[in-house]
Every structure is written in C-alpha cells, then in structure tokens.
C-alpha cells in the first residue's frame, strides 16, 4: 500500500487479539475507516485455528512430540514444522518471557490524515496498545 500525500500509518501492537479488536471497533466508530489487524509471527507463517485448537482437544502443535506424531498431515514434512519445534516456548524452561514480537503479536495499522494521527494514537493508547 502507497500512502498519499498527507496521509500517515500508524503501527499499534497489542498483547491480545481482544484488545485489539476493542481499539479498532473505536477507531472505526470514530470514524477511522483504514484500519486492519495482523498477527505478526517469528516463522512468517499463520498457525491454523483448526490444527491449534486446544479446546477441541487438537493443539497438534503444542510440543515437539505431537507435532511430529501422527494426524499432522496438514502440517506436511514443511520446514515450520521444524521451527515450531525448535523454538525455546514448545519447552516452557528458560522461556521466561519469551514471546512472539516482545509479547505483543497482534498488529493493528491505522492509515489517516495528518490532523487525525493524535486522536487515533489516543484510542490505540488507551486500548493498551505500544504505538
């Protein structure tokens, strides 16, 4: 996307998707219309709510052993079957504050007018968001 002249982005991050999602239904009654929301990732890749789903009872990708176990088939031979693995959060020890982007995976972006940029800042803020 190539902004216009005199419009400015704004680049929020949030800790939850709910908070996220609060701060752009404001944004949006404030009548805020470019507005998305994003999961940033470390693999550069989407987990799938139907394979992590742990109230379904199939977080297929909770810890190494199940990730390679039988009934991945979604997740194929690929290699972020190997980064998911490998990463320090799959074992929980010495991960003390280990999360994805600083704790803060869900990106909410903001395209306005120069006049406008404070009060969206305001609304993100006040949500809890790191601008």
Known sequence: MQLSPGERSILAYFPSSTKARRAMEELRSAGYDTVSLDRVS??????????NNP???????????????DGTD???????????????????????DYGTAGGRAFLVTVVTSEDKVQGAVDILEKHGAQV
């Open 42 to 51: 470390r693999f550069g890749v989407e987990d799938d709510a139907e394979i």
């Open 55 to 69: 109230i379904a009872g199939r977080a297929e990708t909770i810890t190494g052993l199940t990730l390679f176990s």
């Open 74 to 96: 979604s997740l194929s031979n690929s290699e972020s079957r190997v980064l998911k693995a490998a990463d320090p959060s799959v074992s929980g020890m010495a991960a003390f």
